[in-house]
């Protein structure tokens, strides 16, 4: 969704998985949609680790899993424009996707959220699966391959690199770097960019360049962060809520530029530089 319009989605489960599944990825105004099997039936769904909860589901496919209960509560969220919606949650005793057991999960309702810049602009309107659907599952995400697998731990190759990280509220941090300054950085799958919030760059006394990657009537700046000896990123300044602890988040060009497995039982975080598949 490099253009005229973007979307950010952020917000602020559990499996015996016996074979691994891969499942096809396609991007829709840059955001990753994956085609997930559920009680018989196929249905889209964002794929957005930027989400803490385990899965955001929409009426229809709420009506369609069989034993979801709903819990008679209203959870609140919040994403990164700061608003916030109520949405309805509920509980399945078995969540199987693509075959795969996710055991008993609790989710909410999917309500619309996102921080949109432009016109057109607008998440995709499906069924979410979140970061903490993986709290026992792990899973390898590879973007410049339009590839989402799960189901069996990865024995790590080589190519595999692990990397220090935390976990925060906003989700898995890591942090990235200039010759001037230092960003602690939330990965976001459903972000179709990278941002860096303006007092973060102030506080560091860090350089911008100006673009205009919004259009001429929205000037714009960006600092240059980059892994340790790795591909250089544009984070965009842009501001984010107060409640949003991080110095920015991390968007499609970090996951363009690097294949992503997560074991988040055994706090582990892996990166390969990404290899795109052959044509």
Request: glycine letters at 10%; charged letters at 20%; aromatic letters at 8%.
């Amino acid at each position: 969704m490099i253009g005229r319009a973007f979307v950010v989605a952020a917000l602020f489960g559990v499996t015996t998985a016996r074979a691994e599944v891969s499942v096809p990825v396609a991007l829709e105004k840059g955001i990753p949609v994956a085609q997930l099997t559920i009680a018989g039936a196929t249905y889209p769904f964002t794929f957005d680790i930027g989400s803490g909860r385990t899965v955001h589901l929409t009426r229809e496919v709420m009506a369609a899993i069989p034993g979801l209960k709903l819990t008679g509560r209203k959870v609140q969220s919040s994403d990164l424009t700061g608003k916030v919606r109520d949405e309805e949650e509920f509980v399945i005793p078995d969540l199987v996707i693509n075959g795969v057991s996710f055991g008993e999960v609790t989710g909410v309702s999917h309500e619309p959220w996102g921080l949109t810049i432009g016109e057109g602009a607008g998440p995709p309107p499906h069924s979410v699966i979140g970061l903490a659907l993986f709290e026992k599952q792990p899973f390898v995400y590879d973007q410049s391959r339009l590839e989402l697998r799960f189901g069996t731990p990865l024995a790590l190759g080589k190519e595999w690199h692990p990397m220090s990280h935390e976990r925060a509220h906003e989700g898995i941090v890591m942090t990235l770097s200039n010759p001037r300054g230092k960003y602690r950085m939330v990965f976001d799958t459903a972000a179709n960019l990278s941002l860096v919030k303006p007092q973060s760059v102030q506080a560091q006394g860090d350089q911008t360049a100006k673009c205009d990657l919004f259009g001429p009537a929205r000037p714009c700046e960006y600092v240059g962060v980059a892994l340790e000896g790795g591909v250089p990123l544009k984070a965009y300044l842009m501001p984010l809520p107060d409640r949003f602890a991080a110095d920015g988040i991390l968007g499609a060009d970090f996951f363009q530029a690097y294949g992503v497995y997560m074991d988040l039982a055994n706090r582990t975080v892996a990166l390969k530089p990404a290899r795109p598949a052959a044509k």
